[in-house]
């Protein structure tokens, strides 16, 4: 399985620009989809973007072409990209693993969130 870990997050002015990394090692990673959550108060968790084992990628309407989310199976971790950052972009950023183990089970793995805080 896997484990993720956040890192990257930080204070920005509006505008400005963030890398999130994602490192998750195990023997699953490469074959496990990685999503990107984001969490404000008093709001519920919001999937921001998703990058699949095939490297595709989906992303939330709200940071489409602000956001780039990729991954390096070699490293065995992903990144999350967002340029433009306004205050709605504040929050704790999540990432999150799921997969399917060895014995085909699926497994549902979080980080621990790292804080993204827009402000002048």
């Known amino acids: 399985q896997v484990q993720p870990v956040e890192s990257g997050g930080g204070l920005v002015q509006p505008g400005g620009s963030l890398r999130l990394s994602c490192a998750a090692s195990?023997?699953?990673?490469?074959?496990?989809?990685m999503n990107w959550y984001r969490q404000t108060p008093g709001k519920e968790r919001e999937l921001v973007a998703t990058?699949?084992?095939?490297?595709?990628?989906n992303y939330a309407f709200s940071v489409k072409d602000r956001f780039t989310v990729s991954r390096d199976n070699t490293k065995e971790v992903g990144y999350l990209e967002m340029r433009s950052l306004t205050l709605e972009d504040t929050g704790v950023y999540f990432c999150?693993?799921?997969?399917?183990?060895?014995?085909?089970?699926?497994?549902?793995?979080w980080g621990q969130g790292t804080q993204v805080t827009v402000s002048s």
């Open positions: 999150n693993m799921r997969g399917f183990d060895e014995n085909a089970r699926m497994f549902d793995k």
């Open positions: 195990g023997s699953r990673f490469s074959t496990a989809t």
């Open positions: 990058v699949y084992a095939s490297g595709g990628t």
